[in-house]
């Protein structure tokens, strides 16, 4: 098989995968998940026209000239229903939220009155016709669709669906992952220090990639360079969802995770991706399982997860957007870059002047974790680039959900 283009080895994995099922979720349970269902609103929010201020409830006609002084009919607070009608030289004192009397066509706010005894109040500034009311129905009406299938439910959208007394939700279900690291000289999180061993951190740098997308992976641990070995621990990797084997997938005589998987039944997809870090990343499928064969190289195996596996996860569950949010920045230094392959280099943004400044967080090499874990970014470098100048314009990819910073900015 010969090298893939990044995009179109996307592109092979996003048409492979498609969207799970659909599972019942409580309401508080539900952040961070997508969506399954069509919601429509139960009914009129407001159900009435409600006052937006404490003030009074008028007829904006008697405010003409003003200072005009009004008779208090009524005291109408948030969940009161009103008794008497606004008549023309009447007003009754009202609450934020509580429901416009009949006649009253706007609200004054308390700020702009005064009270002359305890049944009289001078409005001293003239208001519209609707001045600080809020219409029955301007925050949704009843029968109208306000979220869709597909909607990443977000602190905002649970408030919507506790609004429409969602005490239950359809959700996509979140795939089943596993993560099974391979290599004679790994030694795991719990192993005695060994000095000529070499920690595994891939296992845990995925299992926080997955736990970002809120999947809690099993760890299948570290199988050693053994055919026997790695297919007993394949095979328990096929059971889930999605398999993610760390290692072992290159051209080195001992690299059997390929033929392994093969033998298994794994119908490969593609292997070797025109990418730097990255490159030896292969694919398969089987009827219940996606298998992520990614390279062994930390920094290697975060970006393909980054570039690959994440946007597979997403479509699984449901998500319509797959990427990661790209910006504009300008590199702040040269890059030198060999065309050929898609390079992506890890990089810290800053503002200057209203523009994103990009730099390397230091030695790019693929085993160099500290580059991953200080970068804000992953900068794009096209495959056809024959390398970059001080001040170019790049593409930055972030890493994070958010794009969190260190001063307010405003
Ligand atoms: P491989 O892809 O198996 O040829 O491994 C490439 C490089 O990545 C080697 O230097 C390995 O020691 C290293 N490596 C492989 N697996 C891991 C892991 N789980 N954690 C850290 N480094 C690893
Ligand atoms: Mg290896």
Not at 9 to 26: F, I, M, N, T, Y
Not at 107 to 119: A, C, F, H, M, S
Not at 140 to 164: C, Q, Y
Request: one cysteine or more; charged letters at 20%.
């Amino acid at each position: 098989m010969e090298n893939l283009s990044v995009s179109d080895a996307q592109q092979c994995v996003l048409d492979s995968v498609s969207v799970l099922g659909v599972e019942p979720v409580k309401l508080e349970q539900c952040l961070g998940r997508v969506l399954a269902e069509k919601v429509y609103a139960n009914r009129d929010l407001p159900p009435y026209d409600v006052s937006a201020m404490d003030g009074y409830a008028v007829n904006s006609a008697d405010l003409v000239n003003i200072p005009a002084s009004l008779e208090i009919i009524e005291d109408i607070k948030a969940g009161d229903m009103p008794s008497r009608t606004v008549l023309a030289g009447l007003s009754a004192r009202i609450m934020t939220g509580a429901p416009v009397p009949k006649g009253a066509d706007a609200v004054i706010r308390v700020e702009y009155t005064q009270p002359l005894d305890e049944n009289k109040v001078q409005m001293n500034v003239a208001v519209k016709p609707g001045n600080d009311i809020r219409m029955r129905g301007e925050g949704m009406r009843n029968g109208e669709v306000v979220l869709n299938a597909g909607t990443a439910i977000t602190p905002g959208v649970v408030g919507v669906l506790a609004s429409l007394k969602k005490a239950q939700v359809q959700v996509y279900h979140r795939p089943r992952v596993a993560i099974l690291s391979t290599g004679n000289e790994l030694e795991d999180i719990d192993d005695p220090v060994d000095p000529d061993k070499i920690p595994n951190s891939n296992s845990y740098a995925l299992m926080a990639q997955l736990q970002e997308l809120g999947i809690e992976p099993a760890l299948l641990g570290i199988a050693r360079d053994d055919p026997a070995e790695l297919e007993e621990y394949l095979l328990r990797g096929l059971r889930f969802d999605v398999l993610l084997v760390s290692g072992g997938t290159s051209v080195g005589v001992h690299d059997y995770v390929r033929p392994i998987i093969e033998s298994l039944g794994v119908q490969m997809k593609f292997w070797r991706v025109a990418m730097k870090p990255g490159h030896p990343l292969a694919f398969g499928i089987t009827k219940d399982t996606f298998v992520f064969g990614l390279p062994g190289n930390p920094v290697s195996s975060m970006v393909c997860f980054e570039e690959f596996v994440a946007p597979a996860v997403r479509r699984m569950m449901g998500n319509t957007s797959l990427y990661r949010r790209t910006l504009t920045a300008r590199v702040t230094h040269d890059i030198k870059h060999q065309s050929g392959r898609t390079e992506f280099v890890r990089v810290t943004l800053d503002v200057h002047e209203g523009s994103y400044l990009a730099t390397a967080t230091g030695a790019q090499g693929s085993g160099m974790l500290l580059s991953m874990a200080r970068a804000d970014g992953l900068m794009v470098v096209p495959a056809a680039s024959t390398g970059l100048s001080a001040g170019e314009q790049v593409t930055v990819q972030l890493l994070g959900g958010s794009f969190f910073q260190d001063v307010p900015g405003f």
